[in-house]
Every structure is written in C-alpha cells, then in structure tokens.
C-alpha cells in the first residue's frame, strides 16, 4: 500500500492509451517473431522503478521469445486508468495490482484465474495469507509480488534519551511514553495520521472493522470500532503528542519531521525505509526501531496486510498471456524478489526469498519480525474503497470540525452507498 506518493506526479502525462496492450497493436504473435507485452508497473518511479526496469532486461535477455513494454503508471491514477482501459478491451497485459483492486477487478471478469498456470506454479512458497488475498470466489487472480504492513517505527535514540528501553505494547503506554520523551527530550514523543488506512490498527484492536464482510454489515459506528477511534482520537492532544495535521500535505510532514528526528514514533510502512534511511536521523541504520503497533482494548494488535500482487488481463489473446504468465513466474521467482528486496527495501512475499543478504537490511527484517500482526483484507471487491469516506470524516473528527459521532454517522451513510446490501 502506498500514501501520499508525490513522485507519481513526475509520469502523469504518459499516453497510458496508446501503450495499452489488449488490442490488435499488442505485438506480433508467435509465429512471426516475439510476442510483445505491455506491463503497468505502479511502483514509485524514483525509489522503486529502477530494479524493476532492470529485471525486465534480465526477463528479455533469457527470454528472446517475449517482448516487454514497460509503462510506470502513478499509482494513485492506475486503479482508474486499468478500469477505463479494461472496459474499453484495451489494457495491458499484467497489472502491479494493489492487493484490495484485485478482487475487484477480478469481479468485472478483467483478470485472468491463475489457478493451474505456470505463474502459480511456485504457490507453496508464498506466504498463505497473501495468496489467500489475491483470490476471489475460490479463484486466484494475482500472484504476491510485494507485500507490506503498517508499523510502529521509532527513533531508538529519542528513547534512549527518555529512559525507555523498549517500545510500547498499548496505546497507553505509547501516551506515557510520548510524555516522557517530550519531558527528557524535547521533541514530540508521537504523531498521528488522520488517514483511514493508518486508523485500521485502532479498530483491529477492539476486534473490530469497517464492515463485517461475512455478515454483511456496517460495523464502522458499533461499540467497538467507536472505541477503537476514541483511542486514535485521543492521541492527537496531550503532553507529546503532536497535534492533527488535516493538510493536503500531512503525510510529507509526518515523514519529514519523523526522518529528521523531530518526532520520536509515527505509523508506518515498508515503502518508506529507503526514505528513513536518507534522513538525518537514521544515518545509522541501526537507530531504526521497528515493531508492532500497540494493542487495543483486547490485548491484541492487528494491522492491515497491504503490498502488490501480479495480475494478467483476461482479455488479451492466448499468445499473450502466456508470455505474461512466463514473465509473472519470473518477476515473483525467489531470485527476482530477493532482487527488489535489496535494491528497493520492500518485503518479499515468498519464504525462499528472505535471504541472509535480504535479512541483513535491518529494515526489512524488522518489518518482517510484525508481519504475524498483519491482517489480511476480506474478499470483498468493495473494501478498500471504504477508506474513502474516512479519509474524509476522519481529518474532520481530528481538527474539531465535527464530533467523532457525526463524523462516524456521516462515514456509515457513505459507506452504505458503497456496499448497499449490507445492514446498518
């Protein structure tokens, strides 16, 4: 899962139509020289496209049969920019699909089902979890290419500093702890997202969610998912605790102040360790403490399963996808994830891959120390459009504009429109 990627804006006038490879200029077919693919990558065009460019070389150097043409997409255009193309018979032909759009467009017939391909064929050395999250109504739909899980990172030395020797493992002692690091330290102790995705480990927490897929019901106002956020609430005021940020640009100032040790604890991602890395605070790798977020209410903590599968487009033509399917083989192979691990500091999704070289990079073995708290996403195509109506109530809730109850009546409203037979 990526937030607030302000690099996508560097490819967004591609002529993503004309690359578009589901219809007749897809490429020649077998019998007259190789088959030409299209692929979307979505990753980050700075930190993260690099690694992949250069497999795609790798791919066509062992492979003379097959063509790629690569296209790095703005993730946060792809999802839009895929269904448009897909409902014209014109996509490309394998999709870096966020883990929540695969069931989606796998409802609209748009993905091809792996179950029984070459690209599955490796399925055992996935982690379960994550190839459970690429299926929909028994099917699979997307090979795991990357994965991820939120957090809770923190500034060893600001702690250090404060007397605290280890991170904390509630809320309530994160609260304390903030106190002590604003007191012996001088900087703020936490900083709060007001984004719904960074919201989740609150609900997750009091053993709730949004919805309750299996029951079909809305569940974002019950008891418990209003507990979950009186608790997020409840960190953006009080001694180190750093005040709601409800800016277009929240996301960049949490990162920076939290880089730049100005700001000792934020939730976060995988994405951004080559980021914390480049900060003045984290010069020594080592002053990274990564762990789990803190638990509810429940005595249980619980973040949300994000990352990228590898998709294949049902419309393209026999020839087609079979060189996507070869290529999806490859780009998830053990050898290419290890290869992206090292270059980009993401998580692989496969046991063979986590690699005494990939578990030398001291954040990616920290963050693959809380992936058991990562919970994956129900099947529901739907699901991770819900975080649009908090993304929009919750920054109100957290500046003082409206109550968390109104905020959360106005969230369920929205919410029902988006999964209309599910009961309040």
């Given at each position: 899962?990526?937030?607030?990627?302000?690099?996508?804006?560097?490819?967004?006038?591609?002529?993503?139509?004309?690359?578009?490879?589901?219809?007749?200029?897809?490429?020649?077919?077998?019998?007259?020289?190789?088959?030409?693919?299209?692929?979307?990558?979505?990753?980050?065009?700075?930190?993260?496209?690099?690694?992949?460019?250069?497999?795609?070389?790798?791919?066509?150097?062992?492979?003379?049969?097959?063509?790629?043409?690569?296209?790095?997409?703005?993730?946060?255009?792809?999802?839009?920019?895929?269904?448009?193309?897909?409902?014209?018979?014109?996509?490309?032909?394998?999709?870096?699909?966020?883990?929540?759009?695969?069931?989606?467009?796998?409802?609209?017939?748009?993905?091809?089902?792996?179950?029984?391909?070459?690209?599955?064929?490796?399925?055992?050395?996935?982690?379960?979890?994550?190839?459970?999250?690429?299926?929909?109504?028994?099917?699979?739909?997307?090979?795991?290419?990357?994965?991820?899980?939120?957090?809770?990172?923190?500034?060893?030395?600001?702690?250090?500093?404060?007397?605290?020797?280890?991170?904390?493992?509630?809320?309530?002692?994160?609260?304390?702890?903030?106190?002590?690091?604003?007191?012996?330290?001088?900087?703020?102790?936490?900083?709060?997202?007001?984004?719904?995705?960074?919201?989740?480990?609150?609900?997750?927490?009091?053993?709730?969610?949004?919805?309750?897929?299996?029951?079909?019901?809305?569940?974002?106002?019950?008891?418990?998912?209003?507990?979950?956020?009186?608790?997020?609430?409840?960190?953006?005021?009080?001694?180190?605790?750093?005040?709601?940020?409800?800016?277009?640009?929240?996301?960049?100032?949490?990162?920076?102040?939290?880089?730049?040790?100005?700001?000792?604890?934020?939730?976060?991602?995988?994405?951004?360790?080559?980021?914390?890395?480049?900060?003045?605070?984290?010069?020594?790798?080592?002053?990274?403490?990564?762990?789990?977020?803190?638990?509810?209410?429940?005595?249980?903590?619980?973040?949300?399963?994000?990352?990228?599968n590898l998709s294949v487009y049902a419309g393209s033509d026999k020839a087609h996808q079979e060189a996507?399917?070869?290529?999806?083989?490859?780009?998830?192979?053990?050898?290419?994830?290890?290869?992206?691990?090292?270059?980009?500091?993401?998580?692989?999704?496969?046991?063979?891959?986590?690699?005494?070289?990939?578990?030398?990079?001291?954040?990616?073995?920290?963050?693959?120390?809380?992936?058991?708290?990562?919970?994956?996403?129900?099947?529901?195509?739907?699901?991770?459009?819900?975080?649009?109506?908090?993304?929009?109530?919750?920054?109100?809730?957290?500046?003082?504009?409206?109550s968390l109850d109104e905020g959360l009546d106005n969230a369920e409203l929205a919410i029902s429109k988006?999964?209309?037979?599910?009961?309040?």
């Amino acid at each position: 899962m990526r937030r607030g990627i302000a690099a996508s804006a560097l490819v967004a006038s591609l002529a993503l139509t004309a690359t578009a490879c589901g219809g007749s200029d897809s490429g020649s077919g077998a019998s007259d020289g190789p088959v030409t693919i299209t692929w979307w990558d979505t990753s980050n065009a700075t930190n993260e496209a690099p690694a992949y460019k250069a497999l795609v070389q790798r791919f066509e150097a062992a492979h003379k049969d097959v063509k790629v043409k690569y296209v790095n997409v703005p993730f946060d255009q792809a999802q839009n920019k895929f269904d448009t193309a897909a409902g014209a018979k014109g996509a490309p032909d394998i999709l870096r699909s966020e883990v929540g759009w695969t069931p989606a467009f796998a409802k609209k017939g748009y993905f091809l089902p792996l179950d029984g391909t070459e690209a599955l064929a490796d399925q055992a050395k996935f982690q379960p979890s994550l190839v459970k999250q690429a299926q929909y109504e028994g099917k699979t739909y997307g090979v795991p290419l990357v994965t991820d899980t939120l957090a809770l990172v923190y500034n060893k030395a600001l702690f250090k500093k404060a007397g605290i020797t280890e991170a904390p493992k509630t809320w309530d002692e994160l609260k304390a702890d903030a106190a002590r690091i604003e007191d012996k330290a001088g900087v703020d102790g936490y900083w709060g997202s007001t984004q719904g995705y960074y919201a989740q480990p609150f609900l997750y927490g009091e053993g709730t969610d949004t919805v309750d897929a299996a029951g079909k019901k809305i569940t974002v106002k019950s008891a418990a998912a209003r507990k979950g956020y009186g608790t997020w609430l409840g960190l953006f005021s009080g001694k180190g605790l750093h005040k709601a940020d409800a800016t277009a640009d929240a996301y960049a100032h949490i990162q920076d102040a939290f880089v730049n040790g100005k700001v000792a604890a934020i939730l976060q991602g995988p994405w951004e360790i080559t980021n914390f890395y480049q900060g003045s605070a984290f010069k020594d790798k080592a002053n990274l403490g990564i762990a789990t977020v803190p638990a509810g209410s429940t005595g249980k903590a619980g973040a949300p399963t994000g990352g990228h599968n590898l998709s294949v487009y049902a419309g393209s033509d026999k020839a087609h996808q079979e060189a996507a399917l070869k290529f999806v083989k490859f780009m998830t192979s053990a050898q290419s994830q290890e290869t992206v691990a090292l270059k980009n500091s993401t998580l692989p999704t496969r046991s063979d891959a986590y690699t005494d070289k990939v578990k030398a990079d001291p954040g990616i073995a920290g963050y693959q120390g809380v992936l058991a708290a990562a919970q994956p996403r129900p099947a529901l195509p739907e699901y991770s459009s819900l975080w649009g109506p908090l993304d929009t109530e919750l920054p109100k809730i957290a500046g003082g504009k409206e109550s968390l109850d109104e905020g959360l009546d106005n969230a369920e409203l929205a919410i029902s429109k988006l999964v209309p037979d599910f009961a309040k």
